[in-house]
């Protein structure tokens, strides 16, 4: 075996070695929190039925939590993770997919008021007014909130302001992307990073958030 050829040969088990431990640790850190995560679900909405759909092995879930609190009847979430496992593409994945990512929507049997969107600057790649529809027929201002640029898209200044505030009680406010009161779905949806440092706060007082308009 010539100088070259050895070479490429200890790259190649180099590569495979890093592939080989960054799957491991990847699948074991995602694992981690899915479970931390349904777990946070489970004990703060304590709904009285449940279903987790997993997406992939380690890449998110989808589920519904059925709730019983007055108009509120259940709560949608979906969970995508970065793909920590592979250790080739997860760092090209901080580029385009950027974090993992919570989808958590509240859901009534009853008409909730005006629709409102509070949106963080780059929370997608995308124009804001790209992102909600009808924007034509509402009204567009900026707002800060701990620093950070948000877009607010309304047709109801009081609902806007209740969402605004909501973020605001937030401990980190900057892990939220994109929070709405649509009401022609009658929901509150809620696009958040996902972090373990801010997670069950998100849930916490988002489900105290949407219990005001049940």
């Not at 909405?45 to 259940?74: N, Q």
């Amino acid at each position: 075996m010539n100088g070259i050829t050895l070479e490429i040969f200890l790259l190649i088990v180099a590569a495979s070695a890093i592939a080989v431990l960054q799957y491991f640790r990847g699948r074991r850190y995602n694992l981690a929190l899915l479970r931390y995560s349904m777990d946070v679900l489970e004990k703060i909405l304590r709904p009285r039925d449940k279903i987790f759909h997993v997406v992939g092995l380690y890449v998110g879930y989808k589920g519904v939590l059925w709730l019983d609190y007055k108009a509120l009847s259940r709560s949608e979430v979906t969970v995508l993770l970065m793909p920590r496992y592979s250790a080739f593409y997860y760092p090209l994945s901080k580029l385009i997919t950027r974090f993992d990512k919570v989808y958590l929507t509240y859901w009534f049997n009853r008409d909730i008021g005006g629709e409102a969107h509070v949106i963080k600057e780059g929370a997608y790649r995308r124009s804001p007014k790209s992102v909600v529809k009808n924007v034509d027929k509402m009204q567009f201002s900026e707002t800060f909130i701990k620093g950070n640029k948000y877009y607010l898209v309304y047709d109801d200044g009081a609902i806007v302001r209740k969402l605004v505030r909501f973020i605001e009680t937030l401990s980190n406010p900057d892990h939220v992307n994109h929070v709405a009161i649509v009401p022609e779905n009658k929901s509150i949806y809620i696009f958040a990073k996902l972090d373990i440092t801010t997670f069950e706060d998100i849930v916490e007082k988002s489900y105290r958030f949407a219990k005001t308009f049940a």
